[in-house]
């Protein structure tokens, strides 16, 4: 299945290449990092099993709001170092992030890696089906996120 683009957010960080990937694909390290500065993933919704089929989620708590959001996911492709993709579907529904229904519509995202002489370089990307308000939304989260990766990485 063919996804249309709808945006990317890039960033260098002053690490090597192994300390981003973990970054990206340890579940605790996910955990710590993986929301946008200010919130925080639910404990013990994160896991990251990197394989192809593998389970990818994670949740985050929304300050102010009495919801949760949920995300969920299989790994697809899997290049150590250099790129992963998995699917992700979203959902408010505690009951729904438990069953994990993988038949219900999804986005796809592809994260890639590159080093970058003494520094590494991250590029998130998603693909699928959104408004074009909800887009330029998106995407200022993911910047969000990679501000929170950033601060993971320098703690």
């Known amino acids: 299945m063919t996804f249309a683009h709808l945006y990317s957010v890039k960033r260098e960080f002053n690490v090597s290449i192994d ?31 990197m394989k192809i089929g593998g389970l990818w989620t994670y949740a985050v708590e929304l300050p102010g709001r009495e919801s949760i959001s949920y995300f969920y996911g299989k ?22 992030f438990e069953l994990k229904d993988f038949n219900t519509p999804a986005h796809q995202i592809s994260v890639e890696f590159e080093t ?9 990307s998603q693909y699928g089906e959104a408004p074009e308000a909800q887009v330029a939304l998106m995407t200022q989260g993911i910047e969000s996120y990679f501000d929170s990766l950033g601060e993971f990485l320098e703690s």
Not at 116 to 124: H, I, L, P, V
Request: hydrophobic fraction near 35%; charge should be negative.
């Open 116 to 124: 970058r002489g003494e520094n590494s370089w991250s590029k998130f």
């Open 75 to 96: 790994y697809s492709l899997i290049q150590e170092n250099l790129r992963f993709e998995h699917s992700m579907h979203y959902t408010e529904s505690k009951d729904a």
């Open 19 to 49: 300390k981003l990937w973990h970054a990206w694909t340890d579940a605790p390290a996910l955990s710590a990092w993986h929301h946008p500065v200010g919130m925080s993933c639910v404990p013990g919704a994160t896991q990251s099993e």
